[in-house]
């Protein structure tokens, strides 16, 4: 048992379901048949498209970026190393309805801490928050943590249970799922925090259910209708930001037509070789950073794909969008909203849009560095944003404190 287990994982009195400590451990014989497939797995032929220098990827991945991961994931990477982290925080598994969920979680043993919903997109999982829950950890014991903090494997992705195999299942689903677990928790009353796919359920979160008393994102995804076009009101930064969104959506797009429309087909083919899902999965965070995240997280993210054999299971999520997003998904107009917005994140509102679109926008922070994973790559800032907005609506939890008995519920 590590110190943050003793310090941050003493269950509060609410939780109203037992629930089991998740110790993360995948069999010697699935990690040593990884590392044959990796080794036996070949590298396809120099092409025009895929000889450009590694940080040149308009063509997607290079073949000089995949020959040097293949060497360091064969020579360099430990998943026992990343097996090790994971199990540092108090990690657990519950049933909500029939599927069991495996959340992180950092419970505060303050009376008036407030419950934070962390959630997760593709093609991350919990693991793109840990830099997150290590600063918080450095800075806080249970007694000064004025959080929750709960960070749930969503259904399909690595160490969670997949999806259903005899009917559809989508962000609505998820959503239900996630507020299900909350309530579990003996947490009726909740802040929904999400990037990507995280964000959007978030979304769902804050339009369907009481319980999510405030929504704080790093992605918007409104009706395309509704979307101001006026762009004389914009500064020339969000001019470039959007300029720059466009662009990805005019070129970027490839990967989620596939994964959207022949979900089956990319995920058997990706299923039969590590080096072609590291691949498609390695493009993402190099396309997708403002600074590429170390190697050693993009391999670690990949193979807990790969040793939970989830990829495939994970692609329900850009079924759904495809489906139900495509015109927007309902957000509260009413309850706090927060946004974060990362310069490089994939899609933006600017401002004077976000504020005609949201008559509830309480907080808009526009960040100097940061893209689509802010979790990794801008850890401290994402925090501060988060801890900011739980100060400022704080009052919403009032009539929840003073329901358990709390006298005081702010901070």
Known sequence: MT???????????????KLDTAFIYIDRDVVDRFQVLVDAAPIGPETYENKSPPSDINFGITQSWLE???RVWLEEYDWRRHEARLNTFPNFKTKVGDMEIFFSALFSTRPDAIPVLLLHGWPGSVMEFLPMLELIIDRYNSSTLPIHLIVPALPGYPFSNKPPLDKDFGLHDAASLMDGLMRTLGFDAYIAHGGDVGSMIAMILSATYDSCRALHVTYLAPNPSELPTDE?????????????ARAWRASGMGYALEQSTRPATIGLALSSSPLALLAWIGEKFVEWSDETPPLEEILGIT????LTRTYPSTLWSYRSIAKEGVQGLPTSREKPLGYSLFPRELGVVPRPWAEKLYPNLISYVVHEKGSHFPGLEQPEALLQDILSFVEKVSPNFESYFGSRGILNGTH
């Open 68 to 70: 040097n991961a293949k």
């Open 303 to 306: 193979t807990s794909y790969w």
């Open 3 to 17: 110190a943050a287990h003793i310090e941050f994982g003493e269950i509060p009195s609410c939780v109203r379901v």
């Open 232 to 244: 004389e009101e914009l500064s020339a930064r969000e001019t470039q930001h959007l300029a720059r």
